[in-house]
């Protein structure tokens, strides 16, 4: 265990019991303890196996290439429609966790296996989401963004496209377009600020 990420299981937060179960059980698979995007994250071979976080509602273990295990238990979960690869195993109790040990256990060793093995999950292209009409009447009147647009990374890509695509109302997507334009000229990502 590292002690840089002892403070995460150490305050008065919920599901403190919870996620200390968890740590206890993610060590002993032999994976090593660092503290990245706030959270207690496991790896392997300096690769991401796992992250240990919390929500309102639950606390979870989320494998990083979930989408490739086999999960013959059906108990990963896909956060949202347009999360590609992480899965999530949620818990609301230490005893259900005491109950799953085995089968947690299980699938974190199936997640080192599939690191070992070198497999590479297949991303959804960008290509293949749709750009909103708003930010593409930007794109066409503004060559220079059209070009700033195309210079960010695929994933920079896609957060722009699910972010600008997200509201009902045409006047909400403008908005959003309009707010981010310069953050896109100056080659940052949506939460790059």
Request: proline content about 5%; aromatic content about 10%; charged content about 30%.
């Amino acid at each position: 265990m590292n002690p840089k990420v002892d403070f995460y299981f150490n305050n008065d937060g919920k599901w403190q019991e919870e996620i200390r179960k968890l740590r206890t059980i993610v060590v002993d698979c032999g994976l090593d303890e660092l503290l990245k995007w706030g959270c207690p994250c496991y790896t392997f071979e300096k690769t991401n196996i796992v992250l240990i976080h919390v929500f309102k509602d639950y606390c979870a273990l989320l494998f990083f290439k979930g989408a490739l295990l086999q999960d013959p238990e059906g108990i990963l979960i896909r956060q949202t429609k347009n999360v590609q690869v992480p899965r999530q195993m949620r818990f609301t109790s230490v005893r259900e966790i005491v109950r799953l040990k085995s089968i947690i256990k299980a699938y974190i060793f199936e997640a080192i296996e599939v690191e070992k093995s070198g497999l590479k999950p297949k991303l959804k292209k960008t290509t293949e989401y749709s750009i909103p009409e708003e930010f593409k009447k930007k794109l066409d009147k503004t060559p220079t963004l059209k070009t700033a647009f195309k210079a960010l990374t695929p994933g920079r890509q896609r957060g722009y496209l699910l972010y600008f695509s997200a509201p009902k109302q045409s006047k909400t997507r403008e908005l959003r377009v309009e707010k981010f334009m310069k953050q896109i000229l100056d080659g940052k990502g949506l939460n790059d600020g």
